[in-house]
């Protein structure tokens, strides 16, 4: 190599889908980024579907998740994601690509979370559903918008949501959430 390609060899860092945008802290509102070793879509091949449960639950604990909910903990879960299941937090067991397609998507996600009293409030502004307890409970999961991008929404927790969007949008989808987190702040601390 030349002395002058020496200078402009550039070493790329990995980045998470949100560094340097979380966590966002205001009015005992908090979002942070999730952070998972794997996200993997899986996808049962037609008539497989009972043998893909069986196969996570023998090797990871936990099944496959009825339509808009989600199985599992915090850290390993298989969250309904519309045609596939999106399994979390470790690397999906081999035996799994016999009964389903099996593809890495740990690049392609951000995750994050958001918690805090009025985290309902600040989702319902966002979001075209309704995100009340009494109706989107503990598991629940929507596919849905949250402002104009498309994401899909998990109840994680009494005052917490988990939020999947594309990485692409990932800027957006924290300057928005935390726009709302402002004014829903703003709001409750007028009463």
Request: hydrophobic share 40%.
């Amino acid at each position: 190599m030349t002395q002058m390609g020496k200078n402009f060899v550039r070493k790329l860092l990995a980045t998470s889908p949100a560094a340097d945008l979380c966590p966002v802290e205001f009015g005992g509102l908090k979002l942070v980024e999730l952070s998972f070793p794997y996200l993997s879509s899986i996808s049962p091949y037609p008539k497989n579907e009972k043998k893909c449960s069986a196969i996570l639950k023998k090797n990871h604990g936990i099944h496959m998740p009825n339509v808009c909910r989600a199985t599992g903990s915090s850290h390993k879960k298989a969250i309904w994601f519309g045609n596939f299941t999106l399994f979390i937090g470790e690397e999906p067991n081999i035996a799994l690509s016999d009964v389903a397609a099996v593809v890495d998507m740990s690049d392609a996600w951000c995750s994050l979370r958001l918690t805090g009293t009025h985290a309902e409030e600040v989702m319902q502004r966002l979001c075209p559903i309704d995100v009340r307890l009494s109706v989107f409970k503990t598991g629940c999961v929507a596919s849905t918008m949250l402002g104009l991008m498309p994401v899909t929404l998990h109840r994680s927790g009494k005052n917490q949501f988990d939020i999947y969007g594309f990485r692409s949008m990932s800027r957006t989808l924290v300057v928005e959430i935390t726009e709302s987190i402002k004014k829903t702040t703003y709001l409750f601390l007028q009463k």
